[in-house]
C-alpha cells in the first residue's frame, strides 16, 4: 500500500472510530434509565459520563490532522457542544434530566483526554 493509501485509511478510520463514540453516546443517552444494578459506588454516573467523553476526546485527538484548523481549541469546543447537546437531548427523554454536573464531568472527561493525549503526543516527538 502507497503512503496515499495509508493516510486516506488513517483518516477513513478516524473518522468512523469519532462517529462511532458519538453514536454509542446518543444511544445511551437516548435509553429511558440506564443503571448499573446494584450502583457500585456514588458518583457512579457521574464516572460514567467522564469516561463517555474522554473517549470523545480520544476519537476527537485522532482526527486532529483532518483539517488545519482542527487543533486542541476545535476538540474542546467542538466536545463540549456536544456534551451540551447530549444534556438538552437527555431532557426530553423520559427518566432522564438536563444536569449542570454531568456536563461538567463531561467537560471534564473531554479537557483530560485531549491535553493528555497532546502532552503525550508531543513529548514523543521531542524524544524521537
Not at 462517529?19 to 437516548?30: D, Q, W
Not at 456514588?42 to 486532529?64: I, M, S, T
Request: aromatic content about 14%; hydrophobic content about 50%.
Amino acid at each position: 500500500m502507497t503512503a496515499k493509501g495509508r493516510t486516506a485509511l488513517r483518516r477513513t478510520a478516524g473518522i468512523l472510530f469519532l462517529a462511532a463514540v458519538a453514536g454509542v453516546i446518543f444511544y445511551f443517552s437516548h435509553q429511558p434509565q440506564i443503571e448499573l444494578v446494584p450502583p457500585l459506588f456514588p458518583w457512579q454516573d457521574k464516572a460514567l459520563h467522564f469516561a463517555e467523553f474522554f473517549l470523545l476526546g480520544v476519537a476527537l485527538y485522532a482526527n486532529r490532522g483532518l483539517r488545519p484548523w482542527w487543533g486542541t481549541g476545535f476538540m474542546l469546543a467542538a466536545g463540549s457542544v456536544y456534551a451540551l447537546s447530549d444534556e438538552i437531548h437527555q431532557s426530553f427523554v423520559p427518566g432522564r434530566d438536563c444536569s449542570v454536573q454531568d456536563m461538567l464531568a463531561d467537560v471534564a472527561g473531554l479537557l483530560i483526554s485531549v491535553l493528555l493525549l497532546r502532552w503525550w503526543v508531543g513529548k514523543r516527538r521531542r524524544k524521537g
